[in-house]
């Protein structure tokens, strides 16, 4: 069964820092590209960005409203992602998902798996 | 980016209702779309990818189709587990955007 749990969410003052972990279980985690997803309060779905996986160069994608603020890495000998957020602003408040992506082509290239989430809380 | 349309935003339907939610794409998308089940304060769960396959486990009371730009899911037999918030998404190209949502309630 495919596991995906979520780490490291929490309150933290404008212009902090955090860093999110998802451990993933029940499949073959190197294989998966790997997503970001969060969903402010009462608001829809923002897609954050993703992790290639190592034949696909461990390169990343980025939304364009935290490029350069966000970092997806991973561990693949810790069945590990992980999403370092940096200069946090009110608007990054939200639920933030981590989920296997299906397939590295793009008629899969689309969530299958998700975790249950960890809230970020941005706020003085 | 790609702009995602969702309509209806909100509808109400009885148990045992077909329901067709649309999802409209301002590029032509390849058939990349993906639609998502929001129950609240749960996660999502993948329903469909590539605009009409079904994700490994869903019903086959969801279905998808659509081409181009304009695409539907239809849900047959509405039942209550079924009342929840659904997204569209394209995944054919980057920023991986989401439709707003369509919320289905009960009547």
């Known amino acids: 069964e495919v596991q995906l749990v979520e780490s490291g969410g929490g309150l933290v003052q404008p212009g902090g820092s955090l860093r999110l972990s998802c451990a993933a279980s029940?499949?073959?985690?190197?294989?998966?590209?790997m997503d970001w997803v969060r969903q402010a309060p009462g608001k829809g779905l923002e897609w954050v960005g993703r992790?290639?996986?190592?034949?696909?160069?461990?390169?990343?994608e980025y939304a364009a409203s935290v490029k350069g603020r966000f970092t997806i890495s991973r561990d693949d000998s810790q069945n590990s992602v992980y999403l370092q957020m940096n200069s946090l602003q009110i608007d990054d408040t939200a639920v933030y998902y981590c989920a296997r992506v299906g397939g590295t082509s793009w008629n899969k290239a689309t969530p299958d798996n998700w975790g249950q989430g960890t809230l970020v809380t941005v706020s003085s | 980016d790609i702009q995602m349309t969702q309509s209806p935003s909100s509808l109400s339907a009885s148990v045992g209702d077909r329901v067709t939610i649309t999802c409209r794409a301002s590029q032509g998308i390849n058939n990349n779309l993906a639609w998502f089940q929001q129950i609240p304060g749960k996660a999502p769960k993948s329903l469909i990818y590539a605009a009409s396959t079904l994700q490994s486990g869903v019903p086959a009371k969801f279905s998808g189709s659509g081409s181009g730009t304009d695409f539907t899911l239809t849900i047959n037999s509405l039942q209550p587990e079924d009342f929840a918030t659904y997204y569209c998404?394209?995944?054919?190209?980057?920023?991986?955007?989401f439709g707003p949502g369509t919320k289905v309630d009960i009547k």
């Open positions: 998404q394209q995944h054919d190209n980057y920023p991986i955007t």
């Open positions: 992790s290639r996986n190592k034949p696909n160069g461990y390169t990343t």
């Open positions: 029940g499949f073959t985690f190197r294989d998966y590209y």
